[in-house]
């Protein structure tokens, strides 16, 4: 069963930086889509970026240039590195995957961390 666990969250003023883990296990498949979304309270989840088991990575516009997702194949850990936060920022960050390469185009992931929490203040 694959399960994913997020870490790395936690409370940052404007313009600071926080790194995002998120661990797998029990991948039984090799190619895949992972992702990162996020939920403000009130708010729907919205995607933040995605990276296929092809190395390619797409972003959502309000992170373009401040976000970078990446992953550690040897770790089995996903990563989204986070700079110049705003408080616009502030959400519970999720990681997803799904063994559909094109999942982010219809964001219908099939397995879901519980998430961590990003904080920021002006």
């Known amino acids: 069963q694959v399960r994913l666990m997020e870490s790395g969250g936690g409370a940052v003023q404007a313009g600071g930086s926080l790194r995002l883990s998120c661990k797998v296990s029990g991948l039984p498949y090799s190619t895949y889509c992972m992702a990162w979304y996020r939920q403000a309270p009130g708010k729907e989840s919205v995607g933040v970026a995605a990276?296929?088991?092809?190395?390619?990575?797409v972003y959502t516009d309000f992170v373009t240039g401040r976000f970078t997702i990446s992953e550690d194949n040897a770790e089995n850990t996903l990563y989204l590195q986070m700079s110049d936060l705003n408080p616009e920022d502030t959400a519970m960050y999720y990681c997803a995957e799904d063994r559909r390469t094109g999942a982010w185009v219809d964001g219908d992931f099939g397995y879901w961390g519980q998430g961590t929490q990003v904080t920021v203040s002006s």
């Open positions: 990276i296929n088991s092809d190395g390619s990575a």
